[in-house]
């Protein structure tokens, strides 16, 4: 047995092993990890997160790597969060990317930590926010989410970070126009990587063309440079990220950055109730006689479904 009050109090006081774990009890025990979430946010402790997102192969993961290695060389702290949507076709990439990233991990001013969750069921939702308020809580000022696959609920993760950086690479054909489209809007920096090949300058034209053409309030994604395998334009990323962060303290926008990012924990662990509740009252004998009578026609699927969500959402249903 776990005492979250043990272990919640070992987080705070930055013990790493005892984050770990945290971690791992979070998708495990739903239950348990609730009870250790209130008391890293009694705690009140802030991290600046930051989403980076891009079409798979774009670099997103090298990058990762790159940033840590600067953030290290100033003698910086942060975490990382790999998030990996379940997905059998994907695995063994996902697996590299771990022990490559985790080898840098031996560096106590850094944490590596990738996680899975069945994203299809939006558990990736659920679990990123809990990750975080851990990771906050351990002292982590800095937290790095790279998510794996652009599906909707990976961009949800990622729009729910302080900063979103969308990695795009040069000679990208009109076939990732469609990809492209759908992390435009989530962008706060744009990052060329693999800017050692060719068409970088067309990149860099689009995209400030697409920039140009964004309502004039609106804050205008620096457009950064990076080979992120040789590490050359971290600090430059670094800039921009910091950048960003003094436009939103000063906009006042941090505060509805963080309010995105508590809605989107509230949504996603409220969905997980809510599901349990349908569930639960379907199996009941309450639940069978809804069956019954949607089953003789006496009641229309869009009633019995108005009849369901009602009864399932009552205290005490089922
Ligand atoms: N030429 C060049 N190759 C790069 C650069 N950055 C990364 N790569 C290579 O691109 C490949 C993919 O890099 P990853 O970092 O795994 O890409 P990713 O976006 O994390 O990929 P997924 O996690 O699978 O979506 C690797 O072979 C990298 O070595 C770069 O700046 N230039
Ligand atoms: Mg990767």
């Known amino acids: 047995m776990v005492d979250p009050e043990a272990l919640a109090a070992r987080v705070l006081a930055g013990d790493r092993a005892a984050l770990a774990r945290a971690l791992t009890l979070l998708d495990r025990d739903r239950t348990l990890a609730l009870r250790l979430d209130a008391a890293f946010g009694r705690a009140g402790r802030r991290a600046h997160t930051v989403g980076i997102t891009g079409a798979?192969?774009?670099?997103?993961?090298?990058?990762?790597?790159?940033?840590l290695a600067d953030a290290t060389a100033r003698d910086e702290r942060t975490a990382v969060l790999a998030l990996d949507p379940v997905s059998p076709l994907t695995r063994g990439a996902i697996l590299g990317d771990r022990l490559r990233m985790e080898s840098a991990a031996a560096d106590d001013r850094v944490f590596?930590?990738?996680?899975?969750?069945?994203?299809?069921?939006?558990?990736?939702?659920?679990?990123?926010?809990?990750?975080?308020?851990?990771?906050?809580?351990?002292?982590?000022?800095?937290?790095?989410?790279?998510?794996?696959?652009?599906?909707?609920s990976e961009l949800d993760v990622v729009e729910a970070a302080t900063t979103t950086l969308v990695v795009l690479n040069p000679g990208w054909g009109d076939e990732v126009q469609a990809v492209k489209a759908g992390l435009m809007e989530v962008a706060d920096v744009f990052v060329i990587n693999k800017a050692d090949r060719d068409g970088v300058d067309e990149l860099q034209h689009d995209l400030?063309?697409?920039?140009?053409?964004?309502?004039?309030?609106?804050?205008?994604?620096?457009?950064?440079?990076t080979v992120a395998h040789e590490r050359r334009g971290a600090a430059q990323v670094?800039?921009?990220?910091?950048?960003?962060?003094?436009?939103?303290?000063?906009?006042?926008e941090l505060?509805?950055?963080?309010?995105?990012?508590?809605?989107?924990?509230?949504?996603?662990?409220?969905?997980?109730?809510?599901?349990a509740a349908l569930t639960a009252f379907l199996d009941s004998a309450d639940g069978a006689d809804l069956l019954r009578r949607l089953g003789t026609g006496a009641l229309s699927l869009p009633e019995g479904s108005a009849e369901l969500a009602a009864r399932a959402a009552q205290p005490g249903a089922a």
């Open 112 to 152: 590596v930590r990738s996680m899975t969750a069945d994203a299809r069921a939006g558990g990736l939702s659920a679990v990123t926010p809990l990750a975080v308020r851990a990771l906050e809580a351990a002292g982590w000022p800095c937290v790095l989410i790279e998510t794996v696959g652009v599906g909707q």
């Open 238 to 252: 670094w800039g921009a990220i910091r950048a960003h962060r003094e436009h939103l303290e000063a906009s006042g």
């Open 208 to 225: 400030e063309r697409l920039v140009a053409a964004w309502p004039s309030a609106r804050w205008r994604p620096p457009i950064v440079r």
């Open 255 to 275: 505060a509805t950055r963080r309010e995105r990012f508590l809605r989107l924990g509230l949504r996603a662990l409220a969905r997980e109730r809510l599901e």
């Open 56 to 67: 798979p192969g774009a670099g997103k993961s090298t990058l990762v790597s790159a940033l």
